[in-house]
């Protein structure tokens, strides 16, 4: 993904990433970034993981990546009006979100977390997908083969 996640990549390293294993990783994202201004850095990792894999030459339709958004991950998640009136300046975790998701990457945010934030779930960017609780977003997907990832 062209501008996110940047990469060095070596092809001799060990342990590289294959299309011949089932590639299922759900990564648990819920800190916040230090700059309203800057994407989320844990997004940003998420995207260093999806480099790697498509580097090590995994297609992506071979790439079974799901991130579970809550605690003070979830105002990357807002839309753009609602980050602008928050934050005072556009959301930049949206073009992030919408590059992850042009590699198949699923994007969700807790309900539990928007409750407490205060927030509505109408507030939350419309290609994000909700969920009851990151938790059982995670351990739904660990009880069905993921490897888990906090980010």
């Known amino acids: 993904m062209k501008g996110y996640g940047e990469i060095h990549y070596d092809r001799s390293a060990a342990f590289q990433p294959t299309p011949d294993l089932n590639n299922k990783i759900v990564f648990k994202v819920g800190k916040a970034g230090a700059n309203a201004s800057l994407p989320n850095p844990a997004l940003e990792k998420v995207a260093q993981v999806v480099n790697l894999y498509v580097a090590a030459g995994v297609p992506v339709n071979k790439l079974n990546f799901v991130v579970a958004v809550n605690g003070g991950a979830t105002p990357a998640m807002l839309d753009n009006v609602y980050y602008q009136k928050i934050f005072g300046t556009d959301n930049p975790n949206l ?7 042009s590699q198949g990457v699923k994007v969700s945010i807790c309900d539990q977390a928007i409750a407490w934030h205060h927030y509505r779930k109408d507030w939350i960017a419309g290609s994000v997908i909700h969920t009851p609780s990151a938790l059982t977003t995670v351990t739904t ?8 990832l906090e980010m």
Request: glycine share 6%; net charge positive.
């Open 95 to 101: 073009k992030l979100i919408s590059a992850l998701q």
């Open 141 to 148: 997907l660990q009880n069905s083969g993921y490897a888990y």
